[in-house]
């Protein structure tokens, strides 16, 4: 039986290792902007923080029934409310319209962030690609502080635009005697997809997808592009902008021509089924790694990622190495860490 120190020791280095190789990608949710309870909220905070924004009083409540019945927190409960129909319902907009106003005052400390995205941008990589589950711009304040090139799908300033042909851009300047002159990358790309979208981002029903500043309102007779956490996700990611957006995750973890070595997923605890069955096709492959960090997962999902033999988990009760059961860790899951090792 290996002793918890020697597991500990082994777990730190093959983290390091997998972190430092390349074809790196980055999955991260709600947890890597948390940042001790002095960022954005989790996932089963939501509701305490929205449900007085909720302006329908008989809705409000309808969603509180359904948790006080036992709905396992603000996904579930809008889920048993979804009649499952092609249009939008009423509890969707509401609560991404709270959810929306809840968020869009924060101003939370770059510091991670930043170190996280300055020491991304001097990998030896041509591209990084970061895939985000979460609605906050913590990334992108963070490029733009640290004078990161980052690349959204976005084009414009005030009012941008939506164009996906913006991830295949590649960004070159002369090097050399200008008689023959040699094209050299402009810096390493970061590549963000929000895959549920974020705060600024609009449909404009004339115009189409659209982006205003984080702070911002849209504009009136616009709907935000911001999925909240029910069932529709599935559904909704198939419209524009989603459908470019999630096309790159799929091929980033299967189809690619070099598609990602390994993900490291932070801070999601891996509650979102579309996003699950895109890993679980991309560990088939037997060139492939996924790291989970977290501080915890549910025995359900501890039970299906920490026994699958190319998958490293890392929680603060307990990790696995490849199926091997070893102790928790103290801090090698957290976002705050792990900006540091990558």
């Keep these: 039986m290996v002793k918890p120190a020697d597991f500990t020791a082994q777990l730190e ?3 390091a290792q997998q972190l430092k190789s390349q074809r790196v990608g980055y999955l991260i949710g709600a947890g890597s902007s948390y940042l001790n309870g002095d960022g954005y909220p989790l996932a089963s905070e939501i509701w305490g923080i929205i449900k007085d924004r909720i302006s329908d009083e008989q809705k409000r409540d309808d969603i ?8 396992n927190g603000i996904e579930h409960a809008l889920d048993l409310l979804d009649d499952g129909g092609a249009d939008d319902t009423p509890y969707r907009h509401l609560v991404t319209e ?18 996280f995205i300055s020491r991304l941008a001097v990998r030896p990589d041509s591209c990084i690609k970061i895939f985000s589950l979460n609605y906050d711009p913590l990334i992108e304040r963070a490029a733009e502080l640290q004078r990161v090139r980052l690349v959204d799908g976005f084009l414009g300033h005030e009012d941008a635009f939506f164009n996906a042909a913006v991830f295949s851009e590649t960004f ?25 979208g974020s705060l600024g981002w609009y449909e404009c029903p004339e115009r189409g997808p659209r982006r205003c500043g984080f702070s911002q309102t849209p504009p009136l007779g616009t709907a935000r592009l911001m999925v909240p956490p029910n069932r ?3 559904s909704d990611v198939v419209r524009a902008p989603y459908s470019p957006i999630w096309t790159a995750f799929r091929a ?8 990602l070595h390994r993900l490291a997923a932070i801070g999601y605890g891996f509650g979102d089924e579309h996003v699950n069955d895109v890993l679980e096709a991309a560990l088939d492959r037997s060139d492939f790694t996924l790291l989970i960090f977290t501080m915890a997962l549910t025995d359900a999902a501890w039970n299906r990622w920490s026994s699958k033999s190319n998958t490293i988990v890392v929680t603060q009760e307990r990790c ?12 090698l899951w957290s976002f705050e860490r792990l900006a540091n090792e990558v």
Excluded: W
């Design 252 to 259: 980033a973890m299967t189809q690619d021509a070099k598609p």
């Design 64 to 71: 509180q029934t359904k948790l006080d019945q036992g709905a």
């Design 232 to 234: 529709r996700k599935a």
């Design 13 to 15: 280095q093959k983290v």
């Design 320 to 331: 696995s190495i490849k199926g091997s059961i070893g102790p928790g860790h103290s801090d």
């Design 98 to 115: 709270a959810l929306a106003g809840a968020l869009i005052s924060k101003s939370p400390s770059l510091a991670s962030h930043g170190v």
């Design 172 to 196: 070159l300047i002369p090097r050399g005697p200008r008689a023959r002159p040699t094209m050299h990358p402009a810096g390493v790309p970061v590549h963000l997809y929000k895959l549920h």
